[in-house]
């Protein structure tokens, strides 16, 4: 198993470009999430997913987008980058539960650098 | 929401020592975590612990929900135990909050 891939390692983008955060898992998890880690800091949830077709915010949506066709990918757009979206950014996913909203071990991926210019 | 509160934010230790990091949180949880991220950035789950006590080699977990704290043990610290340890926690909700981490360096 490959685990959690993202692409690209590291991007730099210009003010007012778009562009888009690859996430996959080969695990069958049924949750995935993205996480931005600005430097020094501890890690802030952006989206989630609790399954196909189902995304909700986390604690900083603003200025990006997502959504989950399949369970194995979950992508990130960024619209009109800004340099306070200038970070490094994590995907992650889990095998969770409904009813009691169980989540068990998050698996990370390796993150994606991005510069905002 | 939830608060998680680490402690020391900073440690430098000689290679073999012992070491315990300290992680608080303010309300109820029924998910805690604790990652390792190593120098190049890539974060490791160490520890899934929302109760109770875990080992895992020279690495122990204890949670005491009920007082809201949880404890990693560090024992005979290596150089490759470098890196910066977050707890994360997760309340009622489906978001997990992570702590400001502790920043773990180990001189040879």
């Known amino acids: 198993n490959a685990g959690v891939t993202q692409t690209p390692k590291f991007r730099i983008l210009k003010i007012g470009q778009s562009m888009t955060l690859q996430c996959a898992q080969d695990m069958n998890h049924n949750y995935m999430y993205w996480y931005r880690q600005d430097p020094g800091m501890g890690l802030k949830l952006i989206y989630y997913s609790v399954g196909a077709g189902i995304t909700d915010k986390g604690e900083v949506p603003n200025g990006y987008n997502v959504s989950r066709s399949t369970t194995e990918d979950f992508p990130l757009r960024l619209e009109l980058a800004a340099p306070s979206q200038t970070s490094v950014y994590f995907c992650?996913?889990?095998?969770?539960?409904?009813?009691?909203?169980?989540?068990?071990?998050?698996?990370f991926g390796p993150g994606t650098r991005l510069l905002v210019l | 929401g939830i608060q998680v509160e680490q402690s020391p934010p900073d440690l430098i230790l000689q290679e073999g020592a012992n070491s315990t990091l300290r992680c608080n949180f303010s309300d109820s949880v029924n998910n805690l975590q604790w990652f390792h991220q190593n120098p190049w950035g890539q974060l490791i789950n160490l520890f899934y612990i929302p109760s109770g006590t875990k080992q895992n080699g020279r690495l122990s977990a204890t949670t005491v929900a009920t007082e809201r704290y949880s404890l990693l043990y560090i024992s005979s610290s290596q150089t490759t135990d470098s890196g910066v340890y977050f707890c994360a926690v997760r309340g009622a909700g489906n978001m997990l909050t992570f702590g400001g981490g502790t920043r773990l360096m180990v001189k040879p």
């Open positions: 992650a996913s889990s095998y969770g539960t409904s009813g009691r909203g169980t989540q068990e071990t998050q698996y």
